[in-house]
């Protein structure tokens, strides 16, 4: 039985606790939070639980895995504590707020040969692990850009803008679905209801090649919507995550080049076909993403969003940030180095 601990009980951080309490291979024996009326909480729901707001309490020898579910500004220490410690670790997204910060953390977790896992969960999504295999097996045909769409009107945050708060999802699930980073990140936004924080970003990503994508995130919108849309030279393929069924849907359209036999030139044609909606298994991706993290403690593996992935993403949105500051000039992405493959 794995012992957690975790650290942060607030709005995402009560789901955590939710499932790595009931998992079958975790003791969840003590929870961290500094707000007294969060701790209150999780007593009355979670009488077995320890609470404290004491964070070394975390780090004593009977608990073997630390979660990390507070605010982006504090993922740092904490995380550096718990590995310090000897403790594997799960940190929800984003992993910090400098890179020079997550490549410290990727050093330690190596040096002390400790799990250190990004809470990237749209990754651990059904849907966006069946449109993986999709591109994989070529269903859509060579891949020419893709589209997100995450926004809603509420969960305004006070200090992180809206690219830092959303953006990682969309990030994570386009590296996941294409193996591949961006080059360089155009990003503009505009401040609405606090003074230098972004309500709105619109950030367009440039991959090697042809290929390219946008994301658009907004907690200043009338539409609650978390979609994503890929767009094929065979078909087309929308993920739309908050559809209470058929979360994917499938277009057998595009464009095709055809020969034209009374002029013998060629010409392209508008294609049609027929729509699909694939059967996809309903699992829980955050029950997903927690059983992944207690199997990888367990079996001594890195996990799909590890630190590499968390440091992946956090390098887009640091190149995103500075383009905002910049007004939009394309900024260039860091490179993956060598000693991070």
């Known amino acids: ?43 009355e729901a ?7 707001a004491d964070f070394s309490r975390l780090l004593k020898d009977d608990i073997d895995a630390v979660v990390v579910a507070t605010p982006p500004a504090a993922h740092f220490e904490l995380c550096r504590a718990a590995l310090e410690a000897g403790k594997d670790v799960f940190v929800e997204k984003p992993l910090v707020l400098r890179s020079v910060d997550g490549e410290h953390l990727r050093k330690l977790a190596r040096k002390k040969e400790r799990i250190l896992m990004v809470g990237h969960i749209m990754v651990y999504h059904p849907a966006v692990l069946w449109l993986r295999e999709a591109i994989a097996k070529r269903e859509l045909g060579e891949i020419y850009y893709l589209y997100a769409t995450r926004v809603n009107l509420g969960k305004v945050r006070d200090i992180e803008n809206a690219m830092w708060s959303f953006a990682p999802h969309d990030i994570s699930i386009m590296r996941f679905l294409l193996n591949e980073d961006p080059v360089r990140v155009s990003a503009t936004g505009k401040s609405y209801l606090q003074p230098g924080i972004e309500d709105v970003v619109f950030m367009t990503l440039h991959y090697s090649g042809r290929l390219m994508a946008q994301i658009h995130v907004s907690w200043l919108d009338p539409h609650k919507m978390r979609q994503l849309t890929v767009v094929g030279q065979k078909k087309m393929a929308v993920f739309a995550d908050t559809a209470a069924t058929e979360k994917v849907t499938v277009f057998d359209k595009g464009i095709d080049a055809k020969l034209d036999y009374d002029t013998y030139a060629e010409y392209l044609a508008l294609r049609t076909g027929d729509i699909m909606i694939p059967k996809i298994n309903t699992a829980e991706p955050l029950k997903e993403e927690v059983e992944h993290f207690l199997a990888c403690v367990r079996n001594r593996v890195q996990p799909r969003s590890d630190v590499i992935d968390g440091l992946r993403t956090l390098r887009v949105l640091e190149a995103g940030q500075e383009s905002l500051n910049k007004g939009g000039a394309p900024v260039a992405v860091q490179p993956t180095t060598e000693d991070e493959v």
């Open 1 to 43: 039985m794995i012992k957690v601990g975790q650290v942060g009980a607030g709005a995402w951080g009560k789901n955590l606790l939710r499932h790595f309490s009931a998992a079958d291979s975790s003791d969840l024996i003590v929870c961290c939070d500094g707000n007294p009326v969060a701790l209150q909480r999780i007593r």
């Open 46 to 52: 979670y009488p077995d639980i320890e609470t404290t």
